[in-house]
């Protein structure tokens, strides 16, 4: 099983300043992550695929980037929609598809 | 637009088997992998398993003695069932689309598509409580 471990655990950030969070995986996944964002009592939203693709919808303020097993979620200048909890998954190696543990970026 | 609605009982007893459906609308049903995922209260998500229109499925090891995923193709549905639940069982159970991307792999139980969850149904609270 790839374990996905994110960092930090909190991120604490200023509405215009940048978030950036870091997700690692204990081998080699090639390309094949997401990031989700999940708000409380909501599912999770798909943001990024293939490890840097936006998917549909998704404003350029995200971006993702890496492969193997470091990669990175930005958020350019955070909104106040923005503020949540991301999570990466992997669909490189399965079963079981896994997810990292999340990161919950919160108003400083 | 695609969407998921899920439905089922959301109060079991311990040993009871906890019952899912997911329902597409609004898109196609093949070409497409379907997923369980779960999420306990106040902790992260856990793929349950996937199943694809053929009926083709894979499970996590973790689960894999107390799950089944059907599909019911003629209605565009499927399904989750999960035997002899505890209190660890407690949770928002997910539905969500799997999109294929293009690449994909043989083995011998057959061809295996790379896919991203990429819709997903608004969630179903399950607690699990004598």
């Known amino acids: 099983e790839i374990v996905m471990t994110q960092s930090p655990a909190t991120l604490s950030v200023s509405p215009g300043e940048r978030a950036t969070l870091s997700c690692r995986a204990s081998?080699?996944?090639?390309?094949?992550l997401a990031w989700y964002q999940q708000k409380p009592g909501q599912a999770p939203r798909l943001l990024i695929y293939g490890a840097s693709t936006r998917a549909t919808g998704i404003p350029a303020r995200f971006s993702g980037s890496g492969s193997g097993t470091e990669f990175t979620l930005t958020i350019s200048s955070l909104q106040s929609e923005d503020f949540a909890v991301y999570y990466c998954q992997q669909y490189n190696n399965w079963p079981p598809r896994t997810f990292g543990q999340g990161t919950k970026v919160e108003i400083k | 637009q695609v969407q998921l609605q899920q439905w089922g009982a959301g109060l079991l007893k311990p040993s009871e088997t906890l019952s899912l459906t997911c329902a597409v609308y609004g898109g196609s049903f093949s070409g497409y992998y379907w997923s369980w995922i779960r999420q306990p209260p106040g902790k992260g998500l856990e793929w349950i398993g996937e199943?694809?229109?053929?009926?083709?499925?894979n499970y996590n090891p973790s689960l894999k003695s107390r799950v089944t995923i059907s599909v019911d193709t003629s209605k565009n549905q499927f399904s989750l069932k999960l035997s002899s639940v505890t209190a660890a069982d407690t949770a928002v159970y997910y539905c969500a689309r799997g999109h294929l991307t293009n690449r994909y792999y043989y083995d011998s139980s057959g061809l295996h598509y790379y896919y991203y969850m990429d819709v997903w149904g608004k969630g179903t609270t399950v607690t699990v409580s004598s």
């Open positions: 081998q080699s996944v090639s390309s094949n």
């Open positions: 199943i694809n229109h053929s009926g083709s499925t």
